[in-house]
């Protein structure tokens, strides 16, 4: 129960840290529309919490699901794949909170198969932003 406690207390004084950091850098570069990056806190080599946040100028503030204890096989690419994951979602859903969701799935897949690319089809990570499992079905 502490190390679960320990872990939301991590994601919300992070989130925090990461949305004054987000906002000092939409109102230094005013052209900026969208900006993005992962939540990470690494337990162990194959051990980390995920997630993500993201901001748009229209829309605001989303978190993507913290995804507590994942396991990872190979880090390589969880970062590229957020960022494409993130970039998918804002071109073909329009909603900053499902690309974030999108971004977020995508990396936490990448880290738990081999390799610095994922292979995960659009229905695997669509899954996995809806709330499913992180490991690849095949």
Do not use: C, K
Request: net charge negative; glycine share 12%; proline share 1%.
């Amino acid at each position: 129960e502490a190390e679960r406690l320990g872990y939301a207390v991590l994601v919300a004084e992070g989130s925090a840290i990461v949305r004054a950091m987000i906002e000092t850098a939409a109102a230094a570069y005013p052209n900026f529309q969208v900006i993005g990056t992962t939540l990470r806190a690494v337990r162990s080599a194959t051990r980390n919490d995920w997630g993500a946040i993201a901001w748009s100028r229209v829309q605001g503030f989303a978190e993507a699901t913290h995804r507590a204890d994942l396991e990872i096989l190979d880090r390589v690419g969880g970062g590229d794949s957020f960022a494409s994951g993130l970039a998918y979602g804002l071109m073909e859903l329009g909603s900053i909170q499902e690309a974030v969701e999108y971004g977020a799935a995508h990396g936490a897949i990448a880290m738990t198969t081999p390799g610095d690319t994922s292979m995960a089809t659009r229905d695997e990570v669509r899954a996995l932003a809806a709330g499913g499992g992180a490991r690849v079905r095949r």
